[in-house]
């Protein structure tokens, strides 16, 4: 069961199809992390990209709503009304998708969107969850819902960054 399975219930979960090369799915399957290249995201010196990947970060809204509950009549006089009753508070979680490409290289995470873009580094990261068809990143007190094709894969590629930023 996916992460969005669980958040979403009966919402539809969106899908995303992959774009990252075969190659490279294999070769961090393998254990080792491949270099890729695109002219989209300004490197920093001696940074390298080692997965791209469309996802769809899901930002998660509660909205809050009034609904009238009692009764309401004609008044005594013409045009006047009587209203009884109470307002009561109702709650409810709304699902925004963000669609955009992500991009981890071997400094920082990238989120590439018109909407709830991010970039950051990895000294800021707090936490990773990892499910079938997306991840949960946190950074501080800041969660990212990312939708990916396979979270696995994206979870192997963020542990062998972690190995290999961990070695002396």
């Known amino acids: 069961m996916g992460l969005l399975d669980a958040l979403l219930g009966k919402n539809q979960i969106p899908t995303v199809t992959s774009i990252l090369p075969l ?22 010196k001696g940074e390298k990209i080692h997965y791209i990947d469309k996802a769809v970060n899901l930002e998660i809204k509660t909205v809050k709503q009034y609904r009238h509950v009692g009764h309401s009549g ?12 109470v307002a009561k508070p109702y709650e409810y979680e709304e ?27 990895y000294r800021y990261l707090t936490a990773i969850q990892p499910y079938s068809n997306a991840c949960e990143i946190q950074f501080g007190n800041k969660t990212y819902n990312l939708i990916v094709a396979d979270g696995d894969l994206l979870y192997q590629t963020l542990q062998l960054i972690k190995q290999r930023r961990q070695m002396p």
């Open 23 to 44: 190659a490279a799915k294999q070769e961090i399957q393998a254990g080792r992390l491949p270099i890729l290249n695109t002219d989209k995201v300004f490197l920093k």
């Open 95 to 121: 699902y925004v998708q963000h669609r955009g490409i992500l991009y981890v290289t071997n400094q920082r995470i990238i989120f590439q969107a018109s909407e709830w873009a991010f970039d950051k580094t």
């Open 74 to 85: 004609p008044g005594i006089l013409k045009g006047n009304r009587y209203n009884v009753g």
